[in-house]
């Protein structure tokens, strides 16, 4: 019987996986430069952890979740995102103790039930990060600055950092009220969703992706010129330590994020060499979802990026430290020559020497072939005569140099040796 993956799933095979294991290296340095610990949270929780924390009203919470009803008759969803679990996490830890800035990220797989497309998966995978417990803007410029150095530090080009400031719950309904009432008067040309959530989620009209309603959108009133006094020093605040810190940025009046939990900063990294789904990264500042737990009051800031889509921004050719070659290929020929091959490669590795060899004493051709395939940086050739004199050849793969070399000089220092053999 043959078996597929499922819609809108995928194998990340080696080849590809390396990109994605140098990554996530890269994003753990990074990230505990800046102070930042892993936390591990369930890929499921209870449904009404994502329904609340994410909102009503939001596309994922809508349509987009993986909820089944477990066998105790419990309601459980796959995580669509991080962030719910992690304030879910903060909360039944007591992280708020003792009463510190608690900086927070993870990696992992996360579940939406969306129309697979280039970029687009139901399972995905995202870096989010959370600092939880500062309403301080520098808090907001520390975080995207993180960000920024670690898409450097991957070496991507071409991404664009947009910012925008949401308003907070002094400024927010009033601007809302302005947005529902310019909709209202353009109602008859917006797209069916937008009229069904103008009452309910007005905000969304502005990032809406039809035509006519992102024409509508330009005109309509910006988030930025509503702030209430304190919101719009703070946004002045983090725009000036970006330049500071000479992270590039543009304004998106556009800018609204999707989920409810958002106000005050918020941001997202696009680039122009994804297509269609051009975010790489989504985030900015929460201030009330730790509460809505039954926390503390606790402002947060966070993020999460895009996994798949970073990854297939990575580069090979600028980056080939990704894949890791053996230092040494083992050609084995003969039964007797196999069983020291097994003993030698055990002791190589011992000493930190990547090694790969041929099995099963294929003909010495086809076994050139795999250890020229395998990237080695110096085949050794044991057959019985070699085993008998304790003496082989090693080939220098790079410049086709071959000498003898013996094996207990080899085994004695096998790291001095194969950078240089003499
Ligand atoms: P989009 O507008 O692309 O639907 P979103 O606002 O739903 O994004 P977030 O919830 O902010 O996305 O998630 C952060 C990042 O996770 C996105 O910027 C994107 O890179 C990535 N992402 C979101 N949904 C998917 C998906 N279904 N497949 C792959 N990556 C995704
Ligand atoms: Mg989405």
Known sequence: MKIKKVRGVKDILPGEIEKWQWVE??????????????IRVPIFEYTKLFSRGIGET???????MYTFEDKGGEMITLRPEGTASVARAYVENKLYNPPSLTKLYYIGPMFRYERPQAGRFRQFYQIGVEAMGS???????EVICMVSEL??????????????????????????????????????????????????????????????????????????????E???????????????????????????????????????????????????????????????????????????????????????DDNPEIFR?????????????????????????????????GYESTSMKSQMRKADKSGAAFVLILGENELNSRTCPLKNMSDGEQKDISLETLLADAKSVLISPT
Request: net charge negative; proline share 4%.
């Open 325 to 357: 070659k053996p230092d040494l290929f083992i050609v084995a020929l003969g039964e007797a020559a196999e069983k020291e091959t097994f003993k030698i490669t055990q002791n190589l590795r011992k000493q930190g020497v990547s090694v790969d060899r």
């Open 25 to 38: 290296s890269i994003t753990h340095s990074v990230f505990s430069n800046y102070g930042f610990k892993e």
């Open 151 to 228: 898409l450097k530090r991957l070496g991507l080009k071409n991404t664009e950092l947009q910012i925008n400031s949401l308003g907070c719950p002094e400024c927010r309904p009033q601007y809302r009220e302005l947005l529902k009432k310019s909709g209202r008067e353009k109602f008859e040309e917006l797209c069916n969703n937008c009229q069904q959530r103008l009452d309910r989620n007005p905000l969304r009209l502005l990032d809406c992706k039809v035509e006519t309603c992102s024409e509508i959108a330009q005109e309509l009133p910006k988030t930025a010129e509503h702030l209430c």
């Open 230 to 316: 304190k919101c719009d020093q703070e946004f002045s605040l983090v725009k000036e330590l970006l330049t500071s810190a000479n992270t590039d940025f543009t304004i998106n009046f556009k800018l609204v994020r999707g989920l409810d939990y958002y106000s005050k900063t918020a941001f997202e990294i696009v680039s122009s060499d994804l297509g269609a789904q051009s975010a790489v990264c989504g985030g900015g500042r929460y201030d009330q979802l730790v509460e809505e737990f039954d926390g503390p009051a606790t402002p947060c800031f966070g993020f999460a990026i895009g996994l798949d889509r970073l990854v297939s921004l990575i580069s090979t």
């Open 58 to 64: 939001t596309d994922i919470v809508e349509k987009e």
């Open 135 to 141: 309403q301080s803007p520098s808090v907001d410029a």
